[in-house]
């Protein structure tokens, strides 16, 4: 979503959760062992630190970093990605049974799922997508399900069309909303989402003009288990954007903070075990690597600030590269967890 400036912030981090260590992360810089269990174990350290005692979690321990992108937006992107990422991992969060209330506490009456804290006005319909969306997924995560049933507050978005007015980085909410509820998608919000992705495909299959759109798109059409149309033209096109460095953030200034993961979901859904897609990959999670820091949390560019956004995108890129060995790549419902990064290519689920 947005940009901005950020800070490098020393914290050092040694606490890890149970398993951590047994975790192995490959790193293509050709560190040691010991320097690749210090990936996850010093990742682990930095979510654990940013937990609160009320359940739910800072964008960082720097109680003056506000967040950027999600987490500077809401107050459930950090829980949420914490969840699905432990559930990833087989990690047990610190307090589980805390950060469900804080989750359940963000649902109105309505069903819908409301930021308490973040820049998004909670009452305007992106926001109701985004958050109700990001509620669902997380309790799904932590094993339990919303108390009112939110599937009506979907209706809003079909009557006069109101999702033509949203982001294209939203299409692929609605299929992800009903996965992680374990109910079927409308067939005729399917219907109206995917003929209006397509009317707006361009040549190359991009949307948008923009690869965090075309990420949506793609991952629209994994979770409905549709082939994604145009998929040779917008591997091709991810392949040719790719940067020297390895990232893909290819719109300064108006950078998309999570393209290198868009990117990486595209080629390892699209692109099979072609070399230059294998070594795009390689090289996009090399760039994640870079994006470490001192305090053991990623920011979304190098240097920049640690943020469990970035985190959920860094080293969600590295799961898709295959760089962290322990990640939990068969389970049934991998398609409810976020964006992609534990869904096996090729399954339908």
């Known amino acids: 979503m947005s940009s901005g400036f950020s800070r490098r912030d020393f914290l050092c981090g040694t606490m890890a ?3 951590a260590a047994a975790l ?4 293509a810089s050709g560190a040691d062992r010991g320097e690749e269990d210090a990936v996850v174990t010093q990742t682990v350290a930095f979510i654990r630190r940013c937990a ?5 979690y800072a964008p960082s321990p ?5 967040g950027n992108s999600d987490t500077g937006l809401s107050d459930l992107a950090a829980v949420t990605y914490a969840a699905t990422l432990a559930k990833t991992m087989g990690w047990e969060l610190p307090n589980p049974d805390k950060s469900l209330e804080f989750i359940h506490r963000h649902q109105q009456p309505d069903g819908s799922f409301a930021n308490q804290a973040g820049r998004m006005d909670p009452k305007g319909d992106l ?5 109700t969306v990001q509620g669902v997924v997380a309790l799904r995560a932590l094993g339990q399900r919303p108390r009112i049933d939110p599937t009506p507050v979907m209706d809003r978005f079909f009557a006069k069309e109101a999702y033509k007015r949203l982001p294209w980085y939203t299409t692929s909410f609605f299929p992800l909303f009903y996965a992680a509820l374990d109910k079927a998608f409308p067939k005729q919000q399917d219907l ?3 003929e209006w992705q397509m009317a707006n495909q361009a040549e190359d299959g991009y949307l948008g003009d923009h690869v965090a ?17 145009k998929s040779d033209k917008i591997v091709q096109r991810v392949l040719r954007s790719q940067k020297t460095d390895g990232g893909f953030d ?6 998309d903070v999570h393209a290198c993961f868009d990117a990486a979901f595209i080629l390892r859904q699209l692109g099979g075990d072609a070399q230059p897609v294998q070594r795009a990959i390689a090289k996009a999670a090399d760039w994640a690597i870079r994006c470490r820091n001192a305090d053991g949390g990623f920011g979304h560019y190098p240097n920049w600030h640690s943020d469990m956004d970035a985190v959920y995108f860094q080293f969600g890129t590295l799961i898709q590269a295959g760089r962290v060995k322990n990640a939990k790549l068969d389970l049934t419902d991998a398609h409810t967890l976020s964006w992609g990064h534990a869904m096996r290519p090729g399954k339908v689920y």
């Open 24 to 27: 192995d992360v490959r790193c």
């Open 250 to 255: 290819i719109k300064e200034p108006d950078w």
């Open 17 to 19: 959760w149970a398993g």
């Open 192 to 194: 109206a989402l995917r």
């Open 213 to 229: 759109a075309t990420f949506h798109l793609v991952h629209y059409m994994r979770l409905v288990g549709q082939p994604t149309p």
């Open 52 to 56: 609160g005692e009320d359940g739910g």
């Open 127 to 131: 926001a109701i997508l985004y958050n």
């Open 62 to 66: 720097d109680p003056k970093y506000a």
